[in-house]
């Protein structure tokens, strides 16, 4: 007999809110921003990690988690290796899902769109932030999602990489790493309510604008 626990048992109520027709924006850019904004106000824990959901070319599905790293009016962007899994689904299928998932105010935002890549300027822009040991890390780990023997053989790689660029030299973004941005077309928040009843709205793109529409829980 199986010890594993019922989890048919296990369940939350939500009950912090509501979202109603009225209080949407008429962007969902606008929306987004401010259901991000009262993320970061009420401290939760990387609001800007979404999940990502690809498909290559045959339709087999892949997610995983990326840290969003812009959102303006040309779409929602992320960086990575464009060698990754998730860089040769895009490659194939542009076609992409976000979501973001923030429990702590039982609220979720979906988004459905096309991904292209950014520039160049952008994505050096973006490297030259990021801490050095994350900017000698992007080397070491190409090609991302590939086998490697051991822990030890890839902190080899890494402390090769640190007598290569000593600290105080500019570490050079690399030719495979660098972002991609989702242009939206659809956007869809979640407000979560008691007994399942949760609030859905969806906008939908209609030409220069949008259209929204209240949906079943």
């Not at 689904?89 to 979720?108: G, I, K, M």
């Amino acid at each position: 007999m199986s010890d594993s626990p019922d989890l048919t048992a296990l369940r939350v109520s939500y009950t912090q809110g509501e979202l109603r027709r009225a209080d949407l924006a008429a962007d969902p850019l606008a929306q987004f921003q401010g259901w991000f904004g009262s993320a970061q106000h009420s401290q939760v824990r990387e609001p800007y990690a979404l999940s990502l959901a690809t498909a290559d070319a045959a339709g087999r599905p892949s997610v995983r988690t990326v840290l969003l790293r812009g959102a303006d009016e040309r779409g929602l962007t992320f960086y990575t290796n464009y060698g990754s899994h998730k860089g040769h689904d895009l490659a194939t299928n542009p076609q992409a899902e976000l979501l973001f998932f923030w429990p702590d105010l039982e609220r979720q935002v979906r988004v459905y769109g096309s991904a292209e890549k950014v520039s160049l300027e952008e994505s050096d822009t973006y490297f030259h932030k990021r801490p050095r040991e994350s900017q000698l890390a992007a080397h070491a780990s190409d090609p991302q999602s590939a086998p490697v023997e051991s822990r030890a053989a890839l902190e080899a790689r890494l402390s090769a990489l640190e007598a290569q660029y000593p600290e105080g030299s500019e570490v050079p973004r690399p030719d495979f790493w660098g972002g991609y941005r989702i242009a939206p077309q659809e956007w869809e928040f979640w407000q979560g309510r008691a007994n399942r009843m949760h609030d859905r709205f969806v906008y939908r793109r209609a030409g220069e604008g949008w259209t929204v529409e209240r949906l079943m829980p």
